[in-house]
């Protein structure tokens, strides 16, 4: 089965620190994976796409799958950072191509 | 502005009523979703579409129903509300590759008492 693991319920860094959140997941086939951000007060929304390999709001991911993970990494964290983050598998077993989230880690920049 | 709609946003109903939360979509997607996610926890997966008259339950098992009449809407219903129902919905579409991800609605708060 398809599992994806945040494995930070709470990550707390102070303004101008570099950050992680860690994702991890479990899938023996090609993996397509992203990370969502929730900021407080509105809907979840796409931050970042591997297969794009793009840099967003300063964010980036990168796919290791000898590691399994896909963690995202930024290397000064702004206050408007704060917000929750998940991470997301899609496979292309059951589920149609659906989403699968991981628990999500709530991401506290403090000044 | 093309956008996923879900009404209402906040919902407090009494013990076996029957509710239906509605989502819309003007994007033209033709996948719909909608996951359940109890505070702090993951979303699960409780119903897709692939599209008009295709629906499909998802991994995590729900009494909840749903329907896909027409492309931009999907509307999920309880025959009779319990407490154990009590959770955020939320509903999200795709486009057929689905490579840009989910555009996600703002979710339905839905309480039970």
């Known amino acids: 089965a398809q599992r994806v693991t945040q494995p930070e319920k709470l990550l707390s860094v102070f303004k101008g620190a570099p950050v992680e959140l860690k994702c991890n997941y479990s899938?023996?086939?090609?993996?397509?994976l992203f990370w969502y951000v929730q900021y407080s007060r509105q809907r979840l929304q796409l931050l970042l796409r591997?297969?794009s390999r793009e840099s967003i709001k300063g964010f980036t991911a990168d796919l290791n799958k000898g590691e399994t993970s896909f963690h995202l990494k930024k290397p000064f964290a702004q206050e408007e950072d704060s917000a929750m983050y998940y991470c997301?598998?899609?496979?292309?077993?059951?589920?149609?191509?659906?989403?699968?989230f991981g628990k999500g880690t709530s991401l506290l920049v403090t000044p | 502005e093309a956008d996923i709609y879900q009404t209402p946003r906040y919902l407090v109903i009494g013990t076996g009523k029957k509710i239906t939360l509605e989502c819309s979509q003007t994007?033209?997607?033709?996948?719909m979703y909608w996951y359940q996610q109890d505070p702090g926890m993951e979303l699960h997966l409780i119903h897709y579409?692939?599209?008009?008259?295709?629906?499909e339950k998802g991994d995590l098992s729900s009494e909840s129903t749903v329907s896909r009449i027409r492309t931009e809407h999907f509307p999920l219903t309880l025959e009779s509300a319990r407490p154990s129902h009590t959770s955020q919905y939320l509903c999200?579409?795709?486009?057929?590759?689905?490579?840009?991800?989910?555009?996600f609605g703002s979710g339905t708060r839905l309480t039970v008492v």
């Open positions: 999200a579409s795709s486009d057929t590759r689905g490579l840009m991800g989910y555009t």
């Open positions: 591997h297969i």
């Open positions: 579409s692939y599209g008009v008259n295709s629906t």
């Open positions: 994007m033209g997607h033709d996948k």
């Open positions: 997301a598998l899609r496979t292309n077993s059951n589920s149609g191509y659906a989403l699968n």
């Open positions: 899938y023996s086939g090609s993996p397509e």
